[in-house]
């Protein structure tokens, strides 16, 4: 694991995981970690890792796709960012927003205001509350506010009387696009999408990442958190691949192409030919569970490169070329 | 162990102590409860009949080292009295809430098993007995009963019944549904296999823990009735009775008449309410909030 | 609307039912009753009476006819609104019941609110602060309340502000010897407290307990973690979702435990002479008054069908879910 540097290092060639020559990306993670304590049915106290030596940096701009599967966690990252991780979770790493380390304090103060997420349903929404008033930045009811709300709306293709319905209401297209609203009404810079098409239309689903990207090309950083690589390829400039707790490669969308020659980690290279459209071969085995998990490399048991070495430590994350890779063989 | 199940319920990790402890807990609790049951049931026993033989001399003293309850107006010993009819209360409790818990399950199978038409109709009954009010009705039960211990155990037994036989009328109709009961009738499994190697034990536990719940409601009615006058005889040491006599001499300052015989009462009943609630904790953790 | 009328006769055609049925069921019970219905009526007079008058007795009761007979009588009349006549206080039941009635909603409607509202109160401050030693506290006393004996309870606080302290009088409804019209509306209430503190103790649990866990399980809520994810401040998040999110269930479970309530009054009313309705089923109960038992067993069941009435309508018209009909 590299060991810090100081962040306003403009002009450096960018070695360092991290840095740009713009200065500090909008957001990084370094080596972040996340457990609980588990009281499982009929099992003792332990501890859980779900999230283990986690690296990624999102510049402003840009949308990060950060794909992994069903389950993997990944919703701990947005919370993580956020800091509204559940109290018995113990955070581990560490995480910089424009290069300022993020504290409990500071995650308070920025969260709603320069940092925003766009949940996954609209069962985060009080149901009990009309729309309108959830959408309203925390605190300001005044007629300015309600007038950014009712703008905001028009913008996204909602009448201004759908301020007045109640989230049950709202059809899932209408429920998307309130949601996104959220996001942008309060005027952040980092937007955070939580696995924000779930089983949703295709028309929708288009709509809403569209909507994304549009926000990205606004000069805003979007972390797109999902499983579907698909619908991360459609609107990211880079793609963070996480498997097992970690991410395994970052890589330009551009690498995602042929047969995946230029993607650098075997099981990068194994969801994109697991693809429909480029022969649906699937990789055999599962994730490990998070109660046992591999010695060395998280991802050796499956991996079709392995060798001995691969057992002895995991690998950290270094560059090569225009992405980063988590491998000791990846050239 | 899915990560996005720790978001899902995101206290789970706090459940005060975990599942060891809690389990511990219980085993404390029970053996506590055993040790609590006995020495009532013994020290009823072994006080003999002499505590409650009139004695003008004992009459009315207050609580001492000799007489930790104290005496009362016939010069009877109040130790011995709660404790014989702590025992009666448990006896009746016992007795009503086990004719309950029989009624409950069998209607409770009835209404899941049988044709359509059953169900409706014991659906019905139980939301009827469920809309009477609960003290009047085991009033109108005991009087026509003529009271008296058997009216008390026929009431009890007949008012508690509908809330437990719902509880397992859904267990069952959500059992007969699951995937794994379906797969083992489409593989030949005979009805009596099923209903004993599958369903028993995912009903057992809370048909368990519902009897156990049972039993404080059971002992706190048949103490009320009998306070009222609708149940067992005076003769008898009954809590209830013991504590509507103690009225009459409330106003004379002879507070003991009613203190520990009703502070006894609770504490049975807390015992019960207590390992009943643990109990169903261990049973389905998810049930409740700690 | 139209939902709205559709649920009304729903209810309207089941309370019928319910009435129908709680009354047949309790007549053949009262009829297999071992109670000789004129010594009842007669009471230590039995002995002085000759076998013309005990026929003459029957007769004038219509207690010789056969039991269907006597049933439909008896149903008609109610029918029409005669509940017959209470053998104890010689007046028609209707009456009877709706003087006790009276004295005992007064009672139990203070106790009501006030354990409602004691009740939300301590269980939104144990909801908010998990695991707290004020958590636990309300647990704990939530528990051990709900194994007291209400009657043990009551003779407790009898003992204490009554006969010890002396700071309340030792039962009734007003002082005793003093004429009724005379009674000031101070005296009234200070008859009033012990026995409506004693129920208000009792109530006080279940609806602290329901609240608590309302309260936690919204506090963990998707909604309230997006809220918080939105940068809204806890108080915040209180006042504007918690509060509102808990208090609908809580106030419907307060109007569903109007049978808890009544079960309560009778026990007080009896620790404290009180002459509500509890007390008048228990002298209908002990002194064979069949036709005031009836009459109170029906009237409330009435009353308790009411109150979970009550509890569903609030949910129909305050749950915007509800009022305004399914998802869009």
């Known amino acids: ?331 | 162990m899915n990560a996005e199940a720790l978001l899902e319920r995101p206290w789970a990790g706090r459940l005060l102590g975990g599942e060891a402890n809690r389990r511990k807990r219980t085993l404390i609790l029970v053996s506590l409860l055993a040790a609590f049951l006995a020495f009532i049931v013994v020290g009823g026993a072994l006080l003999g009949q002499s505590g409650l033989s009139t004695n003008v001399e004992l009459r009315n003293l207050a609580p001492s080292l000799r007489y930790p309850f104290g005496t009362d107006w016939l010069g009877r010993n109040m130790l011995t009295r709660t404790l014989k009819g702590l025992t009666l209360s448990m006896g009746i409790g016992l007795l009503a809430s086990s004719i309950s818990a029989c009624i409950a399950v069998l209607m409770g199978l009835a209404a899941a098993t049988m044709p359509r038409a059953v169900d409706a109709f014991i659906s019905w009954l139980i939301d009827l007995f469920l809309s009477m009010p609960h003290l009047v009705m085991l009033i109108l039960v005991a009087f026509i009963l003529g009271g008296g211990a058997k009216g008390v155990i026929i009431a009890v037994a007949v008012t508690h019944w509908p809330s437990l036989a719902r509880v397992v009328r859904a267990e069952v109709l959500q059992l007969r549904q699951a995937d794994y009961v379906r797969f083992a009738k489409h593989a030949g499994r005979s009805r009596l296999w099923i209903a004993t190697r599958h369903m028993l034990p995912h009903l057992a536990p809370q048909v368990i823990v519902g009897y156990i719940l049972l039993f404080p409601h059971a002992i706190l009615h048949e103490a009320s009735i009998t306070f009222l006058g609708f149940g067992l005889s005076p003769h008898k040491p009954a809590i209830g009775v013991i504590l509507s006599e103690s009225m009459r001499y409330l106003s004379t300052g002879r507070w003991w008449l009613a203190f520990f015989p009703g502070l006894s009462l609770l504490a049975l009943v807390f015992a019960f309410y207590s390992l009943g609630s643990n109990l169903r904790l261990l049973a389905d953790p998810w049930s409740a909030h700690e | 609307m139209r939902d709205l009328a559709v649920f009304l006769a729903g209810k309207a055609a089941r309370l019928l039912l319910l009435l129908v049925a709680v009354s047949s069921l309790s007549f053949i019970l009262v009829n297999f009753s071992p109670i000789d219905p004129v010594q009842a009526y007669v009471g230590a007079d039995m002995m002085r009476v000759s076998p013309e008058q005990r026929e003459q007795i029957a007769e004038y009761w219509g207690l010789n006819d056969p039991p269907l007979q006597r049933f439909f009588r008896w149903a008609s009349a109610v029918l029409h609104g005669d509940f017959g006549t209470s053998m104890i206080y010689r007046r028609s039941v209707l009456s009877v019941i709706g003087d006790r009635f009276a004295a005992s909603l007064v009672l139990m409607g203070l106790a009501w609110l006030l354990s409602g509202t004691m009740g939300f109160l301590l269980g939104t401050l144990a909801g908010r602060r998990r695991g707290s030693w004020l958590d636990r506290l309300v647990k704990g006393y939530s528990l051990t309340l709900a194994s007291t004996p209400v009657f043990w309870l009551a003779l407790l606080l009898l003992y204490v502000f009554a006969v010890w302290l002396k700071w309340a009088p030792v039962g009734m409804m007003v002082p005793a010897g003093v004429e009724a019209s005379q009674v000031s509306w101070t005296q009234r209430l200070d008859h009033l407290v012990l026995p409506t503190v004693t129920l208000s103790i009792i109530g006080v649990s279940n609806v602290a307990l329901h609240t608590r866990e309302k309260l936690i399980d919204v506090l963990n809520s998707d909604y309230v973690a997006f809220a918080r994810a939105r940068g809204e401040s806890e108080r915040s998040i209180l006042r504007r979702h918690a509060l509102r999110n808990i208090a609908l269930p809580a106030v419907t479970l307060q109007f569903a435990q109007f049978s808890e309530l009544f079960g309560g009054s009778v026990l007080a009313e009896q620790v404290f002479s009180y002459p509500g309705l509890g007390q008048a089923t228990v002298q209908a109960g002990l002194r064979s008054d069949v036709p005031l038992l009836l009459g109170i067993v029906i009237f409330i069941t009435l009353f308790v069908f009411m109150g979970n009435l009550t509890a569903d309508l609030l949910y129909r018209l305050i749950d915007p879910r509800m009022r305004l009909g399914g998802a869009a």
């Open chain 1, 1 to 331: 694991m590299e060991t810090p540097v100081p962040v306003n290092a403009a002009g450096d060639v960018p070695e360092r995981y991290g840095e740009t020559e713009s200065g500090a990306p909008l957001l990084e993670a370094r080596g972040l970690s996340i457990s609980f304590f588990q009281y499982d049915r009929g099992l003792r106290r332990r501890r859980i890792t779900p999230i283990i030596g986690l690296d990624l940096t999102l510049e402003r701009g840009e949308v990060l796709a950060v794909i992994g599967s069903s389950g993997s966690g990944k919703s701990l990252l947005a919370h993580a960012v956020l800091g509204i991780l559940p109290s018995n979770a113990e955070v581990g790493g560490e995480l910089f927003f424009e290069g300022v380390p993020l504290g409990a304090e500071e995650q308070a103060e920025l969260r709603g205001r320069r940092i925003s997420l766009v949940p996954q349903s609209v069962n985060f929404l009080d149901p009990l509350m009309r729309v309108g008033s959830q959408v309203l930045p925390p605190g300001r009811r005044d007629e300015e506010a309600r007038d950014r709300v009712k703008s905001i709306f028009k913008r996204y293709h909602l009448e201004a009387e759908d301020t007045l319905l109640y989230p049950f209401q709202l059809s899932g297209g209408m429920a998307r696009r309130v949601l996104v609203a959220t996001a942008v009404i309060s005027g952040a810079d980092l937007i955070i999408a939580d696995e924000p098409t779930p089983g949703l239309h295709p028309v929708v689903v288009r709509e809403t990442l569209s909507h994304l990207r549009e926000l990205a090309d606004e000069g805003k950083g979007v972390l797109l958190i999902t499983h579907d690589l698909e619908e991360g390829l459609s609107i990211a400039d880079r793609v963070g691949v996480f498997y097992a707790g970690t991410t395994v490669e970052i890589a330009p969308v551009a690498a995602f192409a042929g047969k995946g020659e230029r993607l650098r980690h075997p099981y990068t290279r194994a969801l994109w030919q697991a693809l429909p459209r480029n022969g649906f071969r699937p990789l055999a085995g599962s994730q490990p569970p998070l109660d046992s998990l591999p010695p060395g490399c998280l991802f050796q048991p499956r991996c079709p490169i392995s060798t001995t070495e691969c057992l002895e430590e995991k690998p950290a994350l270094r560059k090569l070329g225009d992405g980063w890779v988590r491998c000791i063989h990846a050239a």
